[in-house]
């Protein structure tokens, strides 16, 4: 019994910063046109990890897109300014679509 109890709480440990993130994602309204591992309107959050999965400045570069918007990357369809979004929250979200795999 002692060993299911420390599983199951060591699996939500692991598990609770990306919820967490994700909850963070679906606020600030990214689930609208992206999911973790499928194409929507946007790429999925897995393509762009793999994208970007050696470029060190990555975090920073995807902060501004998230709060600035952006054209060309992923196709014709435009990424809108997301103004709501504070530096802190976009560099977390960044970090964590990065972490996606």
Not at 1 to 10: D, G, I, S
Not at 16 to 29: G, I, Q, R, V, W
Not at 36 to 48: A, E, H, T
């Amino acid at each position: 019994m002692k060993k299911a109890l420390w599983l199951a709480v060591a699996t939500l440990a692991c598990a609770a910063p990306a919820f967490a993130d994700l909850a963070l994602a679906t606020s600030k309204n990214c689930m609208s046109c992206h999911a973790v591992d499928r194409k929507v309107l946007g790429p999925s959050f897995k393509d762009v990890a793999a994208k970007y999965k050696d470029d060190k400045g990555a975090v920073d570069m995807l902060a501004t897109k998230i709060i600035k918007g952006g054209a060309g990357v992923w196709g014709p369809v435009p990424m809108p300014a997301n103004n709501q979004v504070s530096e802190a929250d976009a560099k977390k979200l960044a970090a964590w679509v990065l972490s996606t795999k």
